[in-house]
């Protein structure tokens, strides 16, 4: 079993920061991809930031030049850097990854429990 654990999520006033945290545990072989999504309510969850292949990243264009993605392979982590956040980043930020369990050819997606992000104006 593979568990993805985030932490780092709460309130924060419009121009200010919060760093997200994820780390995956349990059976890992490799990770293919890992990143973050979010969900406000009543819309659609939504891709963030992503490590797609290697060290190429994907950012949705409300984020980018704002958050920044980073990962520490030894530790099975990523990162997210969210600078001058605003009212309209507030949702649930969800780690997402694509995991290769060992002993098996076959890579399971599996998402964490999902973080808060509030931003006030």
């Known amino acids: 079993q593979v568990q993805l654990v985030e932490s780092g999520g709460g309130l924060v006033q419009a121009g200010g920061s919060l760093r997200l945290s994820c780390v995956a545990s349990g059976d890992i072989f490799s990770i293919n991809v890992m990143g973050w999504y979010r969900q406000s309510p009543g819309k659609q969850r939504e891709s963030v930031a992503r490590?797609?292949?290697?060290?190429?990243?994907n950012y949705a264009d409300s984020v980018k030049g704002r958050f920044t993605i980073s990962r520490d392979n030894a530790k099975n982590a990523v990162y997210l850097q969210m600078n001058s956040l605003k009212p309209e980043d507030t949702a649930v930020y969800y780690c997402?990854?694509?995991?290769?369990?060992?002993?098996?050819?076959?890579?399971?997606?599996?998402w964490g429990q999902g973080t808060q992000v509030t931003v006030s104006s």
């Open positions: 490590f797609i292949s290697g060290d190429s990243t």
């Open positions: 997402n990854a694509l995991i290769q369990p060992s002993r098996s050819w076959i890579s399971n997606n599996y």
